[in-house]
């Protein structure tokens, strides 16, 4: 089986532009979660969808979007990139969105942006 | 907020040597895992432990969710357990999301 899939796997892109980040959950998992992570720090929760709904949202600005397909696959779409959005994005699938009765979280191998 | 701290920050091993990496969580959580972080960025879960002991090979985790912590234990590290490990706490209901501690940097020399 596939594990958790992500497109692209690097990324260069000038400030001011739009990015779109690909991920396509295990399958049959249905909730997919996107994380950031900086250089040097731990990831940070950006979004989670479950079921084509969104089901928690991070502190991150509104330039920062996602949705989930009726396949499960998902998008983030971050408008007007800055430096600061330089990063490796991961995108995490489970079984559900709620973990009491999971297996845990399995992550792809990331998205690294560059923001030049 | 919530915080999930670990520690050491940083730990350097010799081949075959043993340790142990401690995190600590300032809320009750609804579960926990302990990802290794390999030097491609590569997040790989090890253990999905909400409480009591695991073992998987090498490696083991013990929660103990009445006083807030979580330990991995490492033995006869080899030159691969190399890169950094993290801890991760779940917060359900209107969060629904992982928090990562700060991370610890395992460098295991031949």
């Known amino acids: 089986d596939a594990g958790v899939t992500q497109s692209p796997t690097h990324l260069i892109k000038t400030r001011g532009q739009h990015v779109t980040l690909r991920c396509s959950p295990i399958s049959g998992h249905k909730s997919v979660s996107w994380y950031q992570q900086v250089l040097g720090q731990g990831p940070q929760f950006i979004f989670q969808y479950y079921e084509k709904e969104e089901r928690g949202r991070g502190n991150f600005p509104d330039r920062f979007s996602a949705r989930q397909f009726p396949n499960y696959s998902s998008e983030l779409n971050v408008n007007a990139l800055l430096l600061g959005d330089s990063a490796l994005y991961l995108c995490?699938?489970?079984?559900?969105?709620?973990?009491?009765?999971?297996?845990?979280?399995?992550f792809g191998s990331g998205t690294r942006l560059t923001v030049v | 907020g919530i915080q999930v701290e670990q520690s050491p920050p940083d730990l350097i091993l010799q081949e075959g040597a043993n340790s142990t990496l401690r995190c600590n969580f300032s809320?009750?959580?609804?579960?926990l895992q302990w990802f290794h972080q390999n030097p491609w960025g590569q997040l790989i879960n090890l253990f999905y432990i909400p409480s009591g002991t695991k073992q998987n090979g090498r490696l083991s985790a013990t929660t103990v969710a009445t006083e807030r912590y979580s330990l991995l234990y490492i033995s006869s590290s080899q030159t691969t357990d190399s890169g950094v490990y993290f801890c991760a706490a779940f917060y359900g209901g209107a969060t629904n999301k992982l928090i990562f501690g700060t991370g610890t940097l395992l460098a295991v020399q031949p």
């Open positions: 809320d009750s959580v609804n579960n």
């Open positions: 995490a699938s489970s079984l559900r969105s709620s973990l009491q009765t999971d297996y845990g979280y399995t």
